[in-house]
């Protein structure tokens, strides 16, 4: 039975990718911080389940700022492969909390890459970076040789730890992947990616349980896919034969005003009767036109995003309404 070792198990694409391994018949070990609540929703569904948890599906404490432990479980546990999903994903939270965006997302990344390189045999090693590595892109689309130019703290620390992986890769030899992830979501979001935000206030709004939205930048774009599509890219490129960089997107720019009108019109509502702008969730400053060319991902790995916008958006909200019934 292959060995698979997630960090950032309980994150959004954490608990996808431990759906998907499972299916596919993995050992599945994940690193879990220490938290004041042991509720993992995104998880229960599986550790819940006697017949995956400590069967075939396993949580370890460890943080990425501890190496020390980082190691010690990595070599006890002897993966094939290792994802790497962890790390503070907020870009706006990013402004007022740099160092740790950093600690985590660029030092962390760092000491995983040195563990690796230790291990007697290194496993085959993913690294979710990000669209926002190119913050002000010199190409519309972007390729994995667009140049990096982040905008903002997230993205520098992405940009670092991508150079990083292409650094291991090239000069030690290692199997190691960078998987450049354009906006997946999907009912898991975080609740305050703009996404969930607006497919959760909707289901409110049609509940009678709130009566106004309040939000940033209307106007941004982002490509927007459902992260079920992504987690099976990043499975797919750990199985190929030789390590590189990959662009998954959609190729396809939609704005948060669109959101709004397919997540208002689910529940058959109007958003402009409800949504106000609020001046505190302006980011200090915007990327821009990030759609990505997944050309490379489709040609060597076979992955093409097969849920559309729409779709994603209407599972959204009515995942929520149906949280609310
Ligand atoms: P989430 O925010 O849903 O999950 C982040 C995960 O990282 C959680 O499991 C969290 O644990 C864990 N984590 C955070 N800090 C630490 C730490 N110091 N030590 C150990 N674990 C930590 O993110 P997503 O699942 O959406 O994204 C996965 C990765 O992909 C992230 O690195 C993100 O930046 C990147 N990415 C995501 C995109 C997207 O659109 N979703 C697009 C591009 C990149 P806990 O539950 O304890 O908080
Ligand atoms: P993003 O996602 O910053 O692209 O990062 P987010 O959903 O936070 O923002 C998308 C766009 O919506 C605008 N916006 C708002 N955003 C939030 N969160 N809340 C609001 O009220 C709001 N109003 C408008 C934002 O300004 C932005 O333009 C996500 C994360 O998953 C990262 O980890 C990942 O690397 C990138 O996607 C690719």
Redesign the pocket.
Known sequence: MPTAFI????????SYLTELLLAEGYEVHG???R?SSLERSRLAHLYTDPAVYNQRLFLHY????DPTTLRRVLTTVAPREVYH?????HVGLSFEIPETTCE??AM?TLRLLEIMRDLPEPPRFFH????EIFGRPADVPQTEQTPMAPVNPYGCA?AFATQMVRIYREAHGLFAVNGI?????SPR??ENFVTRKICRAAAAIKAGRQQKLSLGDTSARRDWGH?RDYVRGMWLALRHETPGDYVFATGRLHSVQDVLENAFASVDLDWTSYVETDPHLMRPAEPMQLVGDASKARAVLGWVPEIAFTDLIREMTLAELQALA
Request: proline content about 0%; hydrophobic content about 30%; cysteine-free.
């Open positions: 960090t950032g198990i309980t994150g959004q694409d954490g690193a879990v911080r938290t460890a943080d990425l700022d999903l962890a790390g503070q994903s985590f997302t962390g979710a970076t990000s669209s992405k992830l354009y906006n997946h979501e979001r975080g992260a």
